[in-house]
């Protein structure tokens, strides 16, 4: 098969009813997503990309072109690549909300990321295809590559988490926190900017930024690394929603592969073998030992990816995290597994939210 020549469309799957985790259900959950290149007649060679917070599947997590693409690491002439948008996120995913009366003070749903997993549930049913190939993303996107890992192990035959958690530790939600206070002072634009600003800190390291902007002056403001902060914030406000930045970030928040399943250990069990847990040196925001601490419980294999950026080296370091994967991919049985048929005669009536 060879990939299309053109940018794949925004194409769009409806689930009628969806229940949260918090008990909330929502009607007419209406999820966009990417599919580049096609799925083979078995339909077993998908690769599924789980964006991170502020990503989209029309960039497919932000490794179109790159790590993505006809020849590439991830080869649309051979792989069908999924990237959909997540629940919560505002490049084209909606729902409706149907209220009970003590629900009616949130202004947001309390969407978690055990959620964003499930949902794909649904997707991926509606494609046909009862095992992917491989589930990958980073940060957010690799915590929800984690819980559907920890929720589906009978679908997972491959999955490659790049700088997450198992459950988000107290400085992420500490820098998190800021980011909602600075919403809270300074609203929907000039909040979410300075909540871009801090967040960029955190994605970066401290001898990038030194070695990058030094102390030269900016063209707008008095230092160039003032610039470029600035520069982050605006573009952000001109692309994204504060209220989704909300919601995603109380998702991360949330966010605990061993919550309700006796602890991570347990919670990845079943699928340890078919995880890779990937650190980056240097990262500031999940550090290494934090992601080698899930890879030990979870009896899963760990990668280095070496960056000088950071957090953001997964996205940056483009030739390496290719290089992960590919390796993942050509790791991955050709065929789907029992696991996974048995999972397919089922999969009409395996739907979480319904069970729910």
Known sequence: MTAGSGPAPVRFHTTPRFALESGEVLRDVRQAYVLEGELNEAKDNLVVVFHSLTGSPETLGGWKGSVIGPGKAIDTNTWAVLCPNLLGSCYGTEFKRLLRKEERRSAHPS??????????????????????????????????????????????????????????????????????????????????????????????????????????????????????????????????????????????????????????????????????????????????????GWVKEAGAAYAELASTHGHDGFLLETEAAGAILARALAETPARVSSRAEEAGAGRGSSSWAAAR
Request: hydrophobic letters at 45%; one cysteine or more.
């Open 111 to 292: 969407i978690t990321t055990r959620d964003q997993a499930h949902l794909i549930d649904s997707l991926l049913n509606s494609l046909g295809v009862s095992s992917p190939a491989l589930v990958t993303g980073g940060s957010l996107g690799g915590m929800v590559a984690l819980e559907f890992a920890a929720s589906f192990p009978e679908r997972t035959r491959a999955a490659v988490v790049f700088a997450a958690p198992a459950a988000h530790t107290a400085w992420a939600i500490g820098w998190n926190h800021v980011q909602r206070r600075a919403l809270d002072a300074g609203g929907s634009e000039a909040g979410l900017a300075v909540a871009r600003m801090a967040g960029m800190l955190t994605y970066r390291t401290p001898e990038e930024f030194e070695s990058r902007f030094g102390r030269q002056g900016g063209a707008d403001e008095p230092f160039a690394v003032q610039s470029y902060l600035s520069r982050h914030g605006a573009k952000l406000v001109a692309r994204f929603d504060a209220k989704s930045y909300r919601t995603l970030l109380a998702a991360m928040d949330a966010h605990d592969v061993g919550r309700g399943r006796g602890g991570v250990a347990a919670a990845l069990a079943a699928a340890g073998a078919c995880l890779t847990g990937v650190g980056i040196p240097g990262d500031g925001l999940y550090p290494e030992a934090v992601v080698k």
